[in-house]
């Protein structure tokens, strides 16, 4: 859908299917979506890098694209995207990181636990 409605090409790499609960899977979309959303709003580019592995236990989702990148450590007020994956990395007990510099590129990078119903719930 991005591709069609604004010219996104997207290299998806990963397992057809992982072990992941209903809430993993949710989240983990979740967060996915607005990364390619924000770099279709800001980033200046037409291709985007995913990348999803699962290793002991844990899964990988990792966001990258070559546009034109942004200070993560700035303050972006009334942009409610990044605050929203930071959460969503939270609900699973994950950590998301977002590496990004002037003209660098951006790669957002979420790691949780794959079985993981959430953190408020003793997982």
């Known amino acids: 859908m991005l591709h069609a409605r604004h010219g996104l090409d997207i290299d998806v790499q990963g397992p057809e299917r992982l072990p992941l609960s ?7 979309f979740g967060i996915g979506r ?4 924000n770099v279709v709003k800001h980033a200046g580019t037409s291709k985007a890098w995913v990348h999803v592995e699962a290793r002991s236990g844990r ?8 546009g ?8 972006h007020p009334g942009h409610v ?8 990395a939270a609900e699973l007990g994950g950590m998301l990181t977002i590496s990004s510099a002037s003209g660098a590129g951006t790669v957002v ?3 949780a636990r794959a079985d993981s119903e959430g953190a408020s719930d003793g997982a």
């Open 81 to 88: 995207g990044l605050e929203s994956m930071h959460s969503r």
């Open 59 to 66: 899964v990988l989702v990792e966001v990258r694209d070559d």
């Open 22 to 28: 209903p809430r993993a899977q949710i989240e983990l």
């Open 34 to 37: 607005e990364a390619l959303a």
């Open 68 to 75: 034109s990148g942004f200070d993560p450590a700035a303050r």
């Open 109 to 111: 990078r979420v790691e």
